[in-house]
């Protein structure tokens, strides 16, 4: 069965320094994508990075890039210079490649809050 | 125009009540999803339809109707619900799955929905 862990239900970062956000997860799959999304006050789920299983380099967009560590089985959102707009709640989630399920299994979410 | 629209954003209803959600994208996609998003709680899956075929349905219970009509229209019908499916139910659109990011969902803003 698939699982994604996050266990910071809530963190701060000063405006314009970096962040971390932990993801941890678990799959029997051999070949799958790890997601990130981010979703404000407003509710709209927005997607942010995606890493596939066998790529060789971590995934950058912009200020976000995502640690990827296979053999720890995590995959870590990194934003840098943050931003006030970054105050939002972050999750992650994890779907299987090979087979076609349509599952999309997300984390519990980490609140993110940027202080000026 | 938004890439997934939903329709009503905010939902009150009793527990006698019938009502609909709807769901719209114009992105081309084949496959629809409802998610329940309650607070505290990871998003759930609830419903997954590709090409108008529903393709995942996950213990949910009868009161929780889905139509599909055509690839880019989705409906959840209420009936009887219960004070605990208060949440916001998130709808979403993505390819076909086999594609690498076949996992990347495009969600609505969501329907936040009350029933007293």
């Known amino acids: 069965a698939q699982k994604i862990t996050q266990t910071q239900p809530g963190m701060f970062v000063q405006e314009k320094e970096a962040v971390t956000l932990d993801c941890t997860y678990d799959t029997s799959d051999p070949s799958y994508g790890l997601f990130w999304y981010k979703q404000p006050s407003s509710g709209e789920m927005i997607f942010l990075i995606y890493?596939?299983?066998?790529?060789?380099q971590n995934a950058t967009e912009g200020r976000y890039s995502l640690n990827f560590q296979k053999a720890r089985k995590s995959a870590n959102l990194v934003i840098s210079a943050s931003q006030l707009g970054d105050s939002a709640m972050y999750f992650c989630?994890?779907?299987?490649?090979?087979?076609?399920?349509?599952?999309?299994?997300f984390g519990s979410g980490t609140r993110l809050l940027v202080r000026p | 125009e938004t890439g997934v629209t939903q329709t009503p954003r905010h939902l009150v209803m009793g527990m006698t009540n019938k009502k609909s959600l709807k769901c719209e994208q114009h992105l081309g996609h084949n496959a629809m999803y409802w998610y329940k998003q309650s607070a505290k709680k990871p998003l759930e899956l609830m419903f997954v339809?590709?090409?108008?075929?529903?393709?995942e349905n996950n213990s949910v219970p009868s009161r929780f109707s889905p139509e599909c009509p055509n690839s880019s229209h989705l409906f959840l019908h209420l009936h009887t619900l219960q004070p605990e499916d208060s949440a916001l139910y998130l709808c979403?659109?993505?390819?076909?799955?086999?594609?690498?990011?076949?996992?990347?969902?495009?969600f609505g803003e969501g329907s936040r929905l009350t029933v007293l």
């Open positions: 979403a659109s993505s390819p076909a799955p086999g594609a690498p990011h076949a996992g990347e969902l495009f």
């Open positions: 989630a994890m779907r299987a490649i090979m087979d076609s399920s349509y599952k999309l299994i």
């Open positions: 339809y590709s090409l108008e075929e529903r393709v």
């Open positions: 890493q596939g299983s066998y790529d060789q």
